[in-house]
């Protein structure tokens, strides 16, 4: 099980950019794949980027390929999404999530599939 802090979300222009961080704490962060997912007001929540445990496979939504990268460090157990050429489409509340198991190595794309959600953050887009 991992606890997940989310941080690095604010208010910015169009076309600003951001990196989300998200922290763990608990055993084998490196060991599983991580996801980050969004949800805007009266929206269902969408997988936004993923990657693999080692970090060599990535996942993008189409809606954001090109402008946002998803990396992550293992020794500092932290998954990070820099966000680029931000819209106001992409305001919404941030999430990091873990695959719920470690044979995952291709980062899914279901928000059924990640468990140990933090608590999001904030991104907003104003134009």
């Known amino acids: 099980q991992l606890q997940l802090v989310e941080s690095g979300g604010g208010l910015v222009q169009v076309g600003d950019s951001l990196r989300l961080s998200c922290a763990a704490s608990?055993?084998?962060?490196?060991?599983?794949?991580l996801g980050w997912f969004r949800q805007a007001p009266g929206k269902e929540r969408e997988f936004v980027a993923g990657?693999?445990?080692?970090?060599?496979?990535?996942k993008y939504a189409d809606s954001v390929k090109g402008r946002f990268t998803i990396s992550r460090d293992n020794a500092k157990n932290t998954v990070y999404l820099q966000m680029n050429s931000l819209k106001p489409e992409d305001t919404a509340v941030y999430y990091c999530?873990?695959?719920?198991?470690?044979?995952?190595?291709?980062?899914?794309?279901?928000?059924?599939?990640?468990?140990?959600w933090g608590q999001g953050t904030q991104v907003t887009v104003s134009s």
């Open positions: 999530a873990r695959a719920y198991s470690t044979v995952v190595v291709t980062p899914p794309t279901q928000d059924n599939l990640y468990e140990d």
């Open positions: 608990g055993r084998s962060f490196s060991s599983y794949a």
């Open positions: 990657v693999s445990y080692s970090g060599a496979t990535t």
